[in-house]
């Protein structure tokens, strides 16, 4: 996993599944509208439309499908996502969409679906247009040369993720996600290990699990040992067994000693060149440290 960007890697790494990408979309967009989706014709499309130089904060996934009423239009759904309130959502959406456009011989509509997962609450508004600082009475009269659109939200600081209807994959993915700079806390963890006991126990389960535990261990102090007596100490003995091997495994090959021992500095480095290249940008000094996990003090230092 990526040592700068555990958020947006791990969020890349789950969703270019098709399986949960669908069940994502399903759970964000309104059954109106995903009744048109023809879901045979959904992939993956593997081109990216960021620039190399917001590549490490940021992370597009984009996704195609055909329509059930037999049509040849294709309807595409940006994947945009979130570990950090941003005010600058709008144009990197806009930025997204000119450059889908561009390459499109026939135009054709693209959602664009934004998963926020950050501990602030979200303050950008649900339209392009109202976006903009403008004076009320003003907004009829100037609407006509602004490009409009909207975006659908998944904030996971106001949902209720043990009151969604989900598959229990998703369910744990979810809870990860929601409360993942809080795993030091004993019940926090404890109920991650409760939630997702039968994925320990299925092939594509154990898969899904090492990559939640490396994402864990990338962004929380915490200890590799403590994990592995929850896991132990949680799940049954009869079938303790295999939840065991997984947790040796990661230690055995070095996947946590590693983030414990040899690569605090180097993720240390890569916080801070994220770090000041948001500062050129301009991005707040409460954004980034919620993005990299450095102090305010540590940010300070980097704007000298």
């Known amino acids: ?29 309104p059954p109106q509208v995903t009744s048109l989706f023809d879901w045979k014709k959904f992939v993956h499309e593997s081109g990216t439309f960021i620039d190399e130089a917001m590549r490490e904060y940021h992370s597009d996934i984009l996704f195609s499908t ?85 975006y659908e939200l998944i ?30 806390d004993d019940c926090i963890l404890e109920k991650f290990i409760v939630l997702a006991r039968d994925l320990f126990f299925e ?25 592995r007596d929850s896991i132990d100490r949680l799940i049954s003995a009869d079938k303790g067994d295999i939840a065991m091997t997984t947790a040796e495994r990661l230690i055995q090959q070095g996947i946590e000693k590693g983030i414990e021992k040899g690569l605090e500095k180097g993720i240390l480095n890569g916080k801070k060149e994220t770090a000041l290249n948001m500062l050129r940008r301009g991005y707040s000094r409460e954004d980034i440290a919620d993005i990299t996990g450095l102090s305010m003090e540590e940010i300070d230092k980097l704007r000298q």
């Open 66 to 150: 055909g329509l059930t009423k037999g049509s040849r239009i294709k309807i595409y759904i940006l994947f945009e996502h979130k570990s950090y309130h941003d005010a600058h959502l709008f144009a990197q959406l806009l930025r997204y969409l000119t450059q889908l456009y561009a390459n499109m011989k026939e135009l054709t509509p693209v959602i664009p679906l934004v998963f926020y997962h950050g501990t602030g609450k979200w303050k950008v508004p649900e339209t392009f247009l109202d976006d903009f600082r403008l004076p009320r009475e003003l907004k009829p009269v100037l609407r006509r040369y602004i490009p409009d659109f909207r």
């Open 1 to 29: 996993m990526s040592i700068q960007n555990p958020h947006d890697t791990f969020f890349r790494e789950v969703f270019t599944d098709t399986e949960k990408a669908r069940e994502l979309i399903s759970l964000a967009l």
């Open 203 to 227: 092939d594509s389960g154990l898969k899904i699990i090492e990559k939640m535990l490396l994402y864990l261990f990338a962004v929380n102090d915490i200890q590799p040992e403590k994990v």
């Open 155 to 184: 904030n996971l600081q106001s949902r209720n993720i043990d009151d969604m209807i989900i598959s229990l994959t998703m369910k744990v993915l979810l809870y990860t996600f929601k409360h993942i700079r809080n795993f030091q």
